[in-house]
């Protein structure tokens, strides 16, 4: 998601709503098979000190493996950001005036990325034909 640096500066201020897609590398070696519905309301601005502040709501569902049986499931999540993410000089000299603030975006969701969740608060069963673990 790219914003225009030269409306941002000539206005002190950009709306950023939309929809928010990440490619399947941003996933790494987590433990995300994808994410969806991911979209964005809020603003960039530029501050007195001309630096870049963005302040934004995130919201999606992540499709993570149970941590039991694997199969795929549905996990909401909503985040709030509101953050200085830089100098404007410093975007607008190495980015040739636009702005991608999909790095930005992605730091503050996989935060939300639990380290395991299940459909089911019981315990599996532990025990199988000639086996059991106790």
Do not use: H
């Not at 950023?16 to 399947?24: H, L, M, P, R, Y």
């Not at 995130?58 to 985040?79: C, H, K, N, R, W």
């Not at 603030?101 to 730091?107: A, K, S, T, V």
Request: with cysteine.
């Amino acid at each position: 998601m790219k914003v225009d640096l030269f409306k941002l500066n000539n206005l002190g201020n950009t709306p950023i709503n939309g929809e928010v897609v990440f490619d399947k590398e941003y996933f790494g070696t987590l433990d995300i098979i994808d994410i969806k519905d991911v979209t964005i309301e809020g603003e960039l601005s530029i501050d007195y000190e001309d630096q870049v502040n963005m302040s934004a709501n995130i919201s999606g569902t992540f499709i993570l493996p149970d941590a039991y049986t694997l199969e795929p499931i549905d996990y909401p999540f909503d985040v709030e950001i509101d953050e200085i993410i830089g100098k404007y000089e410093d975007f607008y000299n190495k980015n040739k005036n636009t702005l991608d603030i999909l790095p930005f975006l992605w730091e503050n969701i996989v935060s939300e990325v639990p380290i395991r969740c299940t459909k089911s608060n019981e315990t599996p069963d532990l025990k199988g034909d000639g086996w059991s673990l106790e």
